[in-house]
């Protein structure tokens, strides 16, 4: 355990390496390519092992989710009220999309660890897999 922690301080946490990248290009979050980005983090270490490679694809793809999320939340509109927008697209028949697949899988997570985060952590576990492939496959 305590490899864990020292091997985790020396390489800091993920989020915080892309958090100031997207904060100071916000259009970046738009992109569906998360290559440029995955260059520049392999570059900064560049003794990566595969399992790190992954874990990072995933953490860019939760934190492109999030701050996404809440920057639509400052657009203007309450939750209730996007939340009521898409429901209102979903029954008029709105076009299916990725992004639209990545929201409705966010929302379930949401509810998901809502309603039991422990006894739903199989399913909370498996959502964020679909979601973290939904957005590769955005991407790709």
Known sequence: MAK???RRKRRGKISSFFRPIFEA???????ASNADLIK???DANPRHTERDLKRVK???ANLKSQMRKKNQDKGGKG???????????????GRPTMGRLEEYIDECLTIAKTLDRT???????L???ARNE????MGH
């Open 127 to 129: 959502l964020h897999e």
């Open 4 to 6: 864990v922690k020292a």
């Open 134 to 137: 939904v957005v590769w496959k």
């Open 25 to 31: 290009e916000p259009a970046l979050l738009d992109l």
């Open 79 to 93: 939750k209730k009220a996007a939340g009521a927008a898409r429901a209102t697209n979903a029954v008029h028949g």
């Open 40 to 42: 520049r983090w392999t």
């Open 58 to 60: 995933q953490n860019l």
């Open 119 to 125: 006894g739903l952590g199989d399913v909370i576990e």
